[in-house]
């Protein structure tokens, strides 16, 4: 796993992922979608739904009050595509800091990010993601990382919703 330079931030940039499907109180971000906000927009809230093997990354940059989040899954065509499964999700987180750059987010401070990496229910079929995700976050210079690696389920088995509030993180 390579260090990632400035040079591959901006070559990044040409990605374009899904984003953001608005409800009137919340941004909803869909499975293998990244979502960002900043405390001065109209909606100011991430959500995210059905996490089980998935991971949430959730950044928030408490300078600037911007949050990001990417709901990140095992894509069960990476092994056919002949892409190891660590790529992609480095390239997910990638373009989830390259999102947050964009809506006024400094590289070079990219220390301040506090970030939670939430799911990846391990089974036997799937790995969790969150070692993946966290090793990515710290190659970027991430340092302050939460890990919340329980069950993507609430108590009745039904996958896990979250949200993040750029006003407040």
Request: hydrophobic content about 40%.
């Amino acid at each position: 796993i390579m260090n990632t330079s400035y040079t591959e931030f901006e070559e990044a940039r040409k990605l374009e992922r899904p984003t953001l499907n608005d409800s009137k109180d919340f941004i909803n971000v869909d499975m293998n979608s990244h979502g960002v906000t900043t405390a001065n927009r109209e909606h100011t809230v991430l959500k995210t739904t059905g996490l089980a093997n998935c991971v949430a990354v959730v950044l928030y940059e408490p300078t600037k009050k911007i949050a990001g989040l990417f709901h990140v899954t095992i894509p069960l065509d990476v092994a056919s595509l002949g892409i190891p499964l660590w790529q992609s999700v480095q390239e997910d987180i990638v373009a989830l800091f390259l999102a947050m750059q964009r809506n006024g987010m400094v590289f070079e401070d990219r220390s301040n990010i506090r970030a939670s990496l939430i799911g990846g229910q391990d089974s036997e079929e799937l790995p969790s993601l969150i070692p993946v995700a966290q090793e990515r976050l710290r190659q970027l210079g991430v340092s302050n990382i939460i890990i919340i690696e329980e069950s993507g389920q609430d108590k009745k088995g039904n996958p896990k919703s979250i949200a993040i509030d750029a006003k407040d993180g």
